[in-house]
């Protein structure tokens, strides 16, 4: 049995980058920020954890009490403090009246039916006919599309 050369993806093998590569803290101004004002957060928090955790009590039973009324409010449907109502909107379920009504007075009360194209490839086919070079390329770049995805830190509460 041959060893398969691990540089050159056979075809139909997805086409996946490399990892961006690592770079310094400091070649980042914005993240240096970040960095900067995470240790502050930190450094703030050993100096005072009593009153940090006076904080993150008060932080939880505020955002407990915030889903609470939040409920409330929305099934009264009313304005009341810091909540605003300022929009009602009406929505049909046109599955769910079509099986109700039936098809003959769906249509005539208002609903519509229709048939919609849905496009779809094969990736791995796809792939390999970009790697047999059976496309374009000058085409392939108009198609193709490339994210990235990443962890980041969180966003900072208490």
């Known amino acids: 049995?041959?060893?398969?050369?691990?540089?050159?993806?056979?075809?139909?093998?997805?086409?996946?980058?490399?990892?961006?590569?690592?770079?310094?803290i400091a070649d980042?101004?914005?993240?240096?920020?970040?960095?900067?004002?995470?240790?502050e957060i930190k450094a703030l928090k050993a100096e005072n954890p009593e009153v940090f955790t006076?904080?993150?009590d008060l932080v939880d039973r505020y955002n407990a009490q915030l889903e609470i009324a939040a409920k409330v409010v929305r099934?009264?449907?009313?304005?009341?403090?810091?909540?605003?109502?300022?929009?009602?909107?009406?929505k049909y379920?046109?599955?769910?009246?079509?099986?109700?009504?039936?098809?003959?007075?769906?249509?005539?009360c208002g609903g519509t039916l229709s048939q919609t194209t849905v496009?779809?490839?094969?990736?791995?086919?796809?792939?390999?006919?970009?790697?047999?070079?059976?496309?374009p390329e000058e085409?392939?770049?108009?198609f193709i599309n490339v994210t990235h995805k990443y962890h980041e830190p969180k966003k900072v509460t208490t």
Not at 2 to 14: I, L, V
Not at 93 to 108: A, R
Not at 139 to 142: D, K, P, R
């Open 119 to 135: 496009y779809d490839v094969d990736q791995k086919k796809v792939e390999a006919a970009i790697a047999g070079k059976l496309l």
């Open 28 to 39: 980042v101004r914005e993240v240096q920020d970040l960095v900067d004002i995470e240790n």
């Open 75 to 90: 099934a009264r449907g009313v304005s009341c403090g810091p909540f605003e109502n300022f929009s009602t909107v009406v």
């Open 93 to 108: 379920d046109p599955e769910k009246m079509y099986e109700e009504l039936g098809e003959d007075l769906f249509l005539k």
């Open 54 to 56: 006076l904080l993150a």
């Open 1 to 24: 049995m041959a060893k398969k050369n691990k540089t050159q993806p056979s075809p139909g093998t997805k086409l996946r980058k490399e990892k961006g590569p690592r770079i310094p």
């Open 139 to 142: 085409s392939v770049e108009h």
